[in-house]
């Protein structure tokens, strides 16, 4: 049995992916069709779909099952007001049209108050899953760098044991004629470089 054929039920690639994406090797369609949106749809998104995406961040890889991930979640008006007060405004261009908002944070200590070092580790596993899992449910998401930790920090008034890492932007994915040029001309998912340049054969 080859690999492709062990990969299982796989939904279509999407004309769009097929256009700007290819494979070096055969792997599930969800690693494919998966990308990062900056349209949204004036939709609103339910709790339950919002905890089933969070459900599934619940479950990742978690180093001594520290599960060191904190989701601080912005979905009524007022709660994205305060998101807004530190998203930097070129961002705020579609960020402001997303129906929900996470601030995605890790908790930096053991539970003998000793530095985990898997923390952040840890925390990317849960953002790849919430990225994974709300793409299963029709939803679009994508990740935010641009903004101001320390202002967060300060308006959300989150404890120092806890780092910062990105604002998580969620909702159904909208058409690209809503954003402005800059960003309908990016609005397509990208490439990756070529496998053999990531992989280092035994060391340097």
């Known amino acids: 049995m080859t690999v492709s054929t062990q990969i299982g039920y796989q939904e279509a690639i999407s004309p769009e992916v097929e256009a700007n994406r290819k494979a070096d090797y055969p792997v599930h369609s969800l690693?494919?069709?998966?990308?990062?949106?900056?349209?949204?749809?004036?939709?609103?998104?339910?709790?339950?779909?919002?905890?089933?995406?969070?459900?599934?961040?619940?479950?990742?890889?978690?180093?001594?099952?520290?599960?060191?991930?904190?989701?601080?979640?912005?979905?009524?008006?007022?709660?994205?007001?305060?998101?807004?007060?530190?998203i930097k405004p070129n961002n705020r261009l579609w960020t402001d049209h997303a129906p929900v908002l996470l601030l995605l944070l890790s908790h930096k200590l053991r539970q003998d108050g000793e530095p985990n070092g898997a923390h952040a580790f840890d925390t990317g596993?849960?953002?790849?899953?919430?990225?994974?899992?709300?793409?299963?449910?029709?939803?679009?998401?994508?990740?935010?760098?641009?903004?101001?930790?320390?202002?967060?920090?300060?308006?959300l008034q989150v404890p120092a044991e806890y780092e910062l890492h990105a604002?998580?932007?969620?909702?159904?994915?909208?058409?690209?004629?809503?954003?402005?040029?800059?960003?309908q001309q990016r609005?397509?998912?990208?490439?990756?470089?070529?496998?053999?340049?990531s992989i280092i054969e035994g060391s340097f």
């Open 167 to 183: 604002v998580i932007a969620l909702g159904y994915r909208g058409a690209r004629e809503t954003l402005v040029e800059e960003f």
């Open 31 to 86: 690693f494919l069709n998966r990308w990062s949106s900056r349209a949204f749809e004036e939709k609103e998104v339910t709790q339950e779909t919002l905890h089933t995406v969070l459900e599934a961040a619940r479950w990742a890889p978690s180093s001594s099952n520290l599960q060191p991930w904190r989701f601080v979640v912005a979905h009524t008006e007022e709660q994205k007001q305060k998101f807004q007060a530190f």
């Open 187 to 197: 609005e397509l998912p990208n490439g990756r470089r070529a496998l053999n340049e």
């Open 125 to 155: 596993a849960a953002w790849a899953s919430i990225a994974f899992q709300a793409h299963l449910l029709g939803l679009a998401t994508r990740a935010v760098g641009g903004y101001d930790r320390e202002k967060a920090r300060e308006v």
